[in-house]
């Protein structure tokens, strides 16, 4: 005998209503996964680029450090080069902006410039043409230092005194020392001292062996002959 089907007979299956509850609770808890795993990777790709971006400070610091203290007053007749105002440097240096290019003086120019996106870094030219005169942007060499740089400014410093800008033509030495202060985004602002380790004589100026119009130091040809 088959039993009959009422309203007090015992439901077998999901109304409608159940079933929507079912989903909507479902797609509610998978958005809460959702929600907490994408938070949890933007946190983990911030944290990989501020340590990327310590890290490429502490190389293009470095890179400052050695080049800076490596300095030499390459001169023109009797004239020292170390050129600097607020944005810019260029001096001669025994470091090499590539490792594999060893031996020699190097023309370094540092400078605040821009990417192909506009943003502002730190960059190095580099030549090994030392006739500066005659080709002063012939460069061989390019590289971004530190990017995403805000503001950037060059102090150069005499004993406890500070210049906003240096002429070794006119001074007839290099500076004791180059502070550095980088504005950096996302990052607090950096302040690096660098000293230049130059010998020099009682009159302050470089009596190094040297031809004339060269560099200290080095055979090569005059630097503006």
């Known amino acids: 005998m088959v039993p009959a089907r009422g ?3 015992k439901s077998t299956g999901f109304t409608l209503l159940e079933l929507m509850v079912a989903l ?9 996964v959702y929600s907490a795993f994408s938070l949890s990777l933007r946190g983990v790709r911030r944290s990989q680029a501020a340590a990327e971006k310590m890290q490429e400070l502490r190389v293009g610091q470095n890179l400052l450090q050695r080049s800076l203290s490596s300095a030499i007053p390459g001169t023109l007749d009797t004239r020292i080069y170390f050129v600097g105002d607020s944005q810019e440097m260029r001096f001669f240096t025994l470091l090499p902006l590539e490792a594999y290019n060893l031996g020699g ?23 090994r043409n030392l ?20 503001g950037l400014r060059f102090v ?4 406890e005194e500070e210049f906003a800008s240096w002429d070794g033509k006119s001074t007839m030495r290099l500076p004791e020392w180059v502070r550095v202060e980088l504005n950096l985004k996302g990052l607090a602002s950096q302040v690096l001292m660098i000293p230049i380790h130059v010998v020099e004589t009682k009159s302050q100026a470089y009596k190094g062996p040297r031809r004339r119009g060269g560099i200290p130091g080095f055979p ?5 002959e």
């Not at 909507?24 to 809460?32: E, Y």
């Not at 540092?110 to 580099?126: C, F, K, M, S």
């Not at 006739?131 to 805000?150: A, K, L, M, S």
């Open 7 to 9: 309203k007090n007979a």
């Open 24 to 32: 909507l609770l479902t797609s509610f808890l998978a958005l809460m």
């Open 105 to 127: 003086a190097y023309h370094w120019r540092v400078i605040l410039g821009q990417d192909e996106a506009g943003e502002g870094v730190l960059a190095v030219e580099e030549t």
């Open 131 to 150: 006739n500066w005169r005659r080709d002063p942007e012939g460069v061989e060499i390019r590289q971004i230092v530190i990017h995403q740089v805000t």
């Open 156 to 159: 150069y410093g005499q004993g």
């Open 220 to 224: 090569g040809g005059p630097l503006g």
